[in-house]
């Protein structure tokens, strides 16, 4: 199931600006069910908005600022089903435990750990242009953006803990500005020239953790692991 729903605004805010403002929230119900916690809302939930203001005071200047800022969290397809356990095996008597027959229409899974995906990405950007009266027109743009993604995956989804860790963290911002210069239009030849510049920043990293306990045989008496 899914439950979408949107909506637009224009506002005159005076006779030389107006305001656009737009928004939309879905939810899309998940495709599969832990059988270890029924309650669990495996779908996906987002939801964003967006703001444009114009303003336009004569014939020479034209400004247009926009900002934007959306967000999801939600696990939806981070996941897969088991289509098939070799008998007898490890992950066989892992699912068996759960109630989870592997085949290949499957809907089930046992994760005893989280799955999510959350990520916020969003940014602003200012265009001014100023036209001449024979047609040449100066622009410029700037711009600023960010996108944060912090999800965690259990990576074995059986009741046991085995893999249950694996959580990817990106933090990636940018700044951008162009300036540029622009001919008439409607002439044989029409041209543009400029600059740009663009810095961005890119921080990601992974943490992962395994347990090995419910795979090797159990330690010696009076011994300890350290990690």
């Known amino acids: 199931n899914q439950v979408l729903a949107q909506t637009a605004l224009n506002l005159?805010?005076?006779?030389?600006?107006?305001?656009?403002?737009?928004?939309?929230?879905?939810?899309?119900?998940?495709?599969?069910?832990?059988?270890?916690?029924?309650?669990?809302?495996?779908?996906?939930?987002?939801?964003?908005?967006?703001?444009?203001?114009?303003f336009r005071p004569n014939?020479?200047?034209?400004?247009?600022?926009?900002?934007?800022?959306?967000?999801?969290?939600?696990?939806?397809?981070?996941?897969?089903?088991?289509?098939y356990d070799a008998p007898g095996g490890f992950a066989a008597g892992q699912d068996a435990l759960a109630g989870v027959t592997a085949s290949p229409g499957n809907l089930y899974i046992a994760s005893?750990?989280?799955?999510?995906?959350?990520?916020?990405?969003?940014?602003?950007?200012?265009?001014?242009?100023?036209?001449f009266g024979d047609g040449y027109s100066v622009t410029n743009i700037a711009a600023a953006r960010f996108y944060n993604n912090?999800?965690?995956?259990?990576?074995?989804?059986?009741?046991?803990?085995?893999?249950d860790t694996v959580v990817p963290v990106f933090n990636?911002?940018?700044?951008?500005?162009?300036?540029?210069?622009?001919?008439?239009s409607g002439r044989?030849?029409?041209?543009?020239?400029?600059?740009?510049?663009?810095?961005m920043k890119s921080v990601e990293h992974t943490v992962l953790c395994a347990n090995l306990e419910p795979l090797l045989p159990p330690p010696p008496p009076g011994s300890c692991s350290i990690g």
């Open 172 to 184: 990636d911002s940018q700044i951008s500005d162009e300036l540029r210069f622009s001919s008439p």
């Open 12 to 54: 005159p805010v005076s006779t030389t600006s107006a305001i656009r403002i737009s928004a939309f929230t879905n939810h899309i119900d998940g495709p599969v069910e832990n059988l270890l916690n029924p309650s669990e809302d495996l779908g996906v939930a987002e939801s964003g908005v967006r703001v444009k203001f114009l």
């Open 112 to 131: 005893n750990a989280p799955t999510f995906g959350r990520f916020q990405v969003g940014g602003g950007q200012g265009t001014v242009t100023y036209s």
């Open 188 to 199: 044989k030849f029409v041209y543009q020239v400029g600059l740009f510049y663009m810095h």
């Open 59 to 83: 014939d020479s200047w034209d400004v247009l600022l926009a900002a934007d800022y959306a967000a999801e969290h939600g696990a939806y397809d981070s996941f897969y089903t088991r289509r």
């Open 150 to 163: 912090h999800s965690a995956l259990d990576a074995d989804e059986f009741p046991a803990s085995l893999l």
